[in-house]
T-cell receptor, first 113, second 114 residues
Framework: DSGVTQTPKHLITATGQRVTLRCSPR?????VYWYQQSLDQGLQFLIH???????AKGNILERFSAQQFPDLHSELNLSSLELGDSALYFC????????????FGPGTRLLVL | QQPVQSPQAVILREGEDAVINCSSS?????VHWYRQKHGEAPVFLMI?????EQKGHEKISASFNEKKQQSSLYLTASQLSYSGTYFC???????????????FGQGTILTVHP
């Protein structure tokens, strides 16, 4: 158990819908990273927040957005969902901004029908 | 650009050794190694910072050749529990700052048989 929690574990929804994935980092960690893992794209970095501020963006679609709240938990919002958005979504946390170990949460498995 | 891992897959018997390589075309600040079992989260194994040091974790160790932008993961006397997909994640520095963005290789599937 990494200490990172994610909810929900599974999510099944229809195309065009909007969902919110939630992540709570390890106690004391200020950074949260979001990753998407799919069969064809592998494990891809989406976005990084440090202490409430966006620090880096990766291959994140415009339909996706994220934020980190004052209590340091983070939410990833996915809208206008498409079949291709079906994937495992992981968040990871670390104490600082970059240059350190990232501990992954258990992931949210999203299935878009 | 995604780092390249080799081999794509390895099949071992318990007790045998394996080496997994990770190569990048970019100057790296660090290399992170993870193991992932099917449907589970990647589990951190070790991190190597530039400096070419070798790190160890039980019977798993790794090296980082900064000049060649390559890292290797060494698994010795493999156990059944070593089975899984191994990923290297590379971190680069832009303008003197790393923002923790890890770019992962495509993974190496390791299977250990009794």
């Amino acid at each position: 158990d990494s200490g990172v929690t994610q909810t929900p574990k599974h999510l099944i929804t229809a195309t065009g819908q909007r969902v919110t994935l939630r992540c709570s980092p390890r106690s004391g960690d200020l950074s949260v990273y979001w990753y998407q893992q799919s069969l064809d794209q592998g494990l891809q970095f989406l976005i990084h927040y440090y202490n409430g501020e966006e620090r880096a963006k990766g291959n994140i679609l415009e339909r996706f957005s994220a934020q980190q709240f004052p209590d340091l938990h983070s939410e990833l919002n996915l809208s206008s969902l498409e079949l291709g958005d079906s994937a495992l979504y992981f968040c990871a946390s670390s104490p600082r901004s970059g240059q350190g170990t990232q501990y992954f949460g258990p992931g949210t498995r999203l299935l878009v029908l | 650009q995604q780092p390249v891992q080799s081999p794509q897959a390895v099949i071992l018997r318990e007790g045998e050794d394996a080496v997994i390589n990770c190569s990048s075309s970019k100057a790296l600040y660090s290399v992170h190694w993870y193991r992932q079992k099917h449907g589970e989260a990647p589990v951190f194994l070790m991190i190597l910072l530039k400096g070419g040091e070798q790190k160890g974790h039980e019977k798993i160790s790794a090296s980082f050749n900064e000049k060649k932008q390559q890292s290797s993961l060494y698994l010795t006397a493999s156990q059944l529990s070593y089975s899984g997909t191994y990923f290297c994640g590379t971190e680069t520095v832009a303008g003197g700052t790393s923002y923790g963005k890890l770019t992962f290789g495509q993974g190496t599937i390791l299977t250990v048989h009794p």
